[in-house]
């Protein structure tokens, strides 16, 4: 079986093609661009096959799939963060929409058949009323952010290729997952490094935070592309389906239960710069119906998720103070 998993390099990305290599008989095949960074699968680079591919080129997608003609497609890159889509609206739009319009169209002129999951997210769902909690497939779409109304199009673009083209699409809307290798742009991860480095010394025992009081359902993310997974397995095509834990946690309690794994005595500071121009106050999912569909189950703990992503900071930032101090070394 021949699989391509776009945005390879990324957190999930990564995290999926390791899930894959263990399955057997699956050859791995991840599309990156030019200056994307391999540190995420660097231990294991040599078992993928790797296409330098931008999916705002259409050419470019169009030649690839030729080339590799697969047979199931797990599409993940993005422009994922929230922030930086109010930041820079265009080009979030352009990456996640226009990206996956070229994948699409690739694959349907081409005449490949294969199977697409388009890893939606619950920031799709944007405001929800409290009487809508938690949060079905059938809920209103209420996108609060351009990276929200950008995943809303990705989702609506598979749904219509499915229709039109009789495409075999399978979108899922997962909710917050987190784990080794999460971006520091991120709350949960970002509060891991500066835990991290204020036990090492390298930052002043204060953390920044933003909005403490956002409440979220989060998932490991080995369990989450456990769920991809079986999502072209056992998933109905045109279908979509949330992918959440069904339990949520305030921004706040992720914070404490990150410092119940330090010994480090912190003060909490506000910075307006992490505040949200809006901010979904709530999501948390109903995934019921996948479920049912796929028999898929959360089976890590948030709290050994959450010490996990500490660990890997703590190990991130030793390597890369080890790093610093060789230069230092070579330089004098």
């Known amino acids: ?145 351009p990276y929200a109304v950008s995943k809303v199009g990705q989702d609506l673009l598979g749904y219509q290729y499915y229709q039109s083209y009789k495409m075999p699409i399978v979108r899922t809307r997962g909710f917050n997952h987190s784990g080794p290798r999460r971006g520091d742009v991120f709350v949960e991860s970002n509060f891991a490094k500066q835990i991290a480095a204020i036990e090492m010394g390298l930052q002043p025992p204060v953390i920044s935070v933003g909005n403490l009081t956002a409440r979220r359902d989060f998932t490991d993310v080995r369990d989450m592309v456990l769920g991809y997974w079986l999502a072209l397995e056992k998933g109905k095509p045109g279908e979509v389906y949330n992918i959440a834990s069904g339990k949520d946690y305030t921004i706040q309690r992720i914070l404490d239960l990150l410092l119940g794994y330090s010994s480090v005595k912190v003060k909490i500071e506000t910075n307006p710069d992490r505040l949200r121009p809006s901010d979904v106050p709530i999501l948390l999912g109903d995934s019921t119906k996948f479920r049912r569909a796929t028999g898929w189950a959360p089976t890590i703990p948030f709290e050994k998720t959450l010490e996990d992503l500490l660990n890997y900071w703590r190990a991130e930032l030793q390597k890369a103070e080890s790093n610093s101090q060789m230069t230092s070394k070579v330089i004098r």
């Open 1 to 145: 079986m021949k699989v391509i998993v776009t945005g390879i390099t990324g957190f999930v990305g990564s995290h999926l093609a390791e899930f894959l290599l263990t399955q057997g008989g699956i050859e791995v095949h991840g599309l990156v661009r030019w200056r994307s960074k391999l540190d995420n699968i660097q231990p294991m680079v040599n078992r993928l096959n790797l296409h330098e591919c931008d999916l705002r080129d259409a050419v470019s997608v169009r030649t690839i799939i030729e080339q590799i003609r697969p047979d199931r497609i797990f599409h993940l890159a993005a422009q994922s963060f929230v922030p930086t889509s109010w930041k820079a609206p265009t080009e979030t739009l352009t990456t996640n929409i226009v990206g996956q319009v070229n994948l699409l169209e690739a694959v349907r002129t081409s005449g490949v058949q294969c199977s697409i999951q388009i890893a939606g997210s619950s920031e799709e769902y944007g405001m929800v009323l409290e009487n809508e909690i938690p949060i079905r497939e059938e809920n209103p779409l209420r996108p609060l952010s």
